[in-house]
């Protein structure tokens, strides 16, 4: 007798996979304080006091694209001789071999497998960089106390997919800016106001060091650096082969630099440009962890609304050419800020200042703009300007994070 296939939908396997962990969760926690509880009476009380959490401090990394957002913090951690656990979903994250005393670093897996993990941690604090806490598999445990987001970009802090920042106990931001448009959705959406605090921005901090020690390479070739970000509104995915074919057209030295998350969600789409310029000798693939290295051999970027643009305008303080045109925010949080959000948004208004506009009709003589792409004055304060703005406290970040996390458990 043939049985019949069963087929679960990837929405059914996820709402089956979140009341199984939550179960799962619900066992672990009562059993968990049925053994405190125990304890404490077979003490004669006397068990409470040692029975404080093993990790109070507790850092996940979802990728190794995040290193740099969480080093400075764990040195400081180090540096302070405080214990701290770092979980990692990264096998070859190079956090892993730091020479650390006081850092315990895990390596739990990706997907359901780490989630498992976090949806029972116990901690007083988790810090991550991942969006979407509680709206997912990735939900809060009953055993951690507050969850924090350090922002992982200087941009705008509503451009993360809808409901990204909801549900965490605070907010740590690269600029007061970023505030504001927080608040508002709060509002909106009726949820309990974040704790909001401006730290700075990590990473900048860690590439703003390592390009003093960048060896010095003549390089003999104008380059240029197409680093988008991902999704249907990012301009390799939206535009490809229109924006690719006339720039390997002009001669112009090339690097394509994908968001990684492209190389997880866009497989198909990459793989096919890949393939048409294979053969292409002025274009060349970046997929390496750091920008910081294509950074560094541009004369000028080409992007669309992904952060990277400032931090190539932050860092290198070059000329910056952006794509707004066909531009979809409605899977962004930042569509709910009203009516014509996108003119609204600070990046969008800052790189009006800051960058050259590049349309769908400008293709055909994107040699020509880019030729005569002027780095004026006006356009040198306006990023300095927007530097100032974005990236505040500058190298100060880890320890602002790290004195953010430490009050929060002394509380």
Known sequence: ?????????????????????????????????????????????????????????????????YSDVFKPVLGEFEARGINVLYLTSAEDDPLLNGQYSHVTSEF??????????????????????????????????KGVKHYAHVLHAPSDA???????????????????YQAEDIRILEEQRGIPPKKLVTAGCTYLDIF??????????????FTVLVSPSWGPSAILSRFGEKLLDPLVNTGIHIIVRPHP???????????????????????????ERENIHSLSKANIMISDFSGIIFDYAFLFDKPVIYVKQGFDLRPYDADDLGEDAAEKLWQFRTLKEM?????????????????????????????????????????????????????????
């Open 208 to 221: 703003q060091q390592k390009i003093t020690h960048l060896p010095k390479v003549e390089n003999h070739h």
């Open 1 to 65: 007798m043939n049985l019949p296939l069963l087929y679960i939908d990837p929405g059914t396997g996820s709402a089956l996979f979140s009341i199984l962990i939550g179960a799962v969760a619900t066992v672990y926690f009562l059993g968990r304080a049925l053994i405190i509880k125990l304890k404490v009476v077979l003490s004669g009380g006397k068990a409470s006091a040692s029975l404080r959490l093993a990790n109070p401090y507790v850092i996940y990394n979802e990728g190794k694209q």
């Open 261 to 287: 998350q492209s190389k997880k969600s866009e497989t198909a789409m990459l793989e096919n440009l890949d393939a048409k310029y294979k053969d292409a000798q002025n274009l060349e693939w970046d997929y």
């Open 158 to 176: 509503t451009m993360y997919r809808l409901f990204g920042l909801d549900y965490y106990d605070s907010i740590l931001l690269t600029g007061d």
């Open 355 to 411: 960058g050259i506009e590049l349309t769908e009709d400008d293709f055909p003589r994107i040699g020509e703009i880019i030729q005569n792409a002027s780095d004026s004055e006006e356009l040198r304060q306006a990023r300095q300007k927007a530097k100032d703005t974005a990236w505040q406290y500058r190298g100060e970040a880890g320890r602002r994070i790290v004195d953010f996390m430490v009050e929060r458990v002394i509380r």
């Open 108 to 141: 739990i897996g990706e997907g359901n497998r780490a989630f498992s993990r976090l949806n029972i941690l116990s901690a007083d604090i988790v810090l991550m960089t991942t969006p979407g806490l509680d709206v997912y598999q990735l939900k809060r445990s």
